[in-house]
């Protein structure tokens, strides 16, 4: 699984993800991270770049299509 413990970013990086979360979580609830070329990477590094970041932004979960949740 990955998470922030596995998935070290530099910490201005890491600042502007927290930032984002609490824009997230009790702002507008939307924001955009710009800078990555998904065409500069493959499918699979770009599925990890994305869990990656997102796991610095808040946790990850799974649902099904009733919304309730698959994580254990």
């Known amino acids: ?12 990086l890491v600042r502007r993800l927290r930032a984002i979360s609490r824009k997230l979580h ?28 997102a796991s610095h932004v808040g946790s990850l979960r799974s649902t099904n299509l009733l919304g309730m949740s698959m994580s254990k």
């Open 1 to 12: 699984m990955v998470q922030p413990d596995n998935f070290p970013l530099p910490e201005n």
């Open 26 to 53: 009790h702002g507008d609830g939307i924001a955009v991270l710009r800078g990555l070329d998904p065409a500069q990477y493959s499918d699979e590094d770009n599925a990890i770049a994305y869990c990656g970041l």
